[in-house]
């Protein structure tokens, strides 16, 4: 694990910087595509890695739906701090900021499932149900069987 990199909570003033981390991520598939406006709203609930004075090498955030379920969202942490433990750092304290908030169940949608597994999230809560997701373009509602 680097050191040298800091876990704070993000700032507005991270909107850019965070903006420009995740688009390679967007381009790649990797994360859903997000303008600027939407990163800002992300950061209050949010939490940056800072390399060195100001370089954001890593974001992730917490959207709290109810207190049964949030979500992390926007997991991004940047290719060359990658295998250093810094995305496991910010799950930590997505997972912190949700207990803190009394949050039941937190959840993340990845394409990195190895990864979250290696922070102890799984594919369901044990005795639990399962969530099944429907992209709506995809289908047309009046083909459905009865």
Do not use: W
């Amino acid at each position: 694990m680097n050191d040298s990199i800091e876990i704070r909570p993000a700032t507005e003033a991270d909107t850019e910087s965070i903006y420009q981390l995740c688009v390679p991520f967007v381009d790649s598939g990797q994360l859903l595509k997000r303008n600027p406006e939407e990163i800002r709203m992300l950061v209050s609930n949010g939490f940056v890695a800072i390399r060195g004075e100001t370089e954001t090498v890593g974001f992730a955030a917490v959207e709290i739906y109810s207190r049964k379920l949030a979500e992390i969202l926007c997991l991004a942490v940047s290719p060359d701090c990658q295998g250093q433990g810094v995305g496991k750092r910010l799950v930590r304290q997505c997972i912190r900021f949700a207990n803190h908030h009394d949050v039941v169940e937190l959840m993340a949608i990845s394409s990195s499932d190895h990864f979250l597994k290696n922070c102890g999230f799984d594919y369901t809560l044990p005795d639990q149900k399962r969530a099944l997701f429907i992209n709506p373009d995809t289908i047309d509602s009046t083909e459905m069987s009865e």
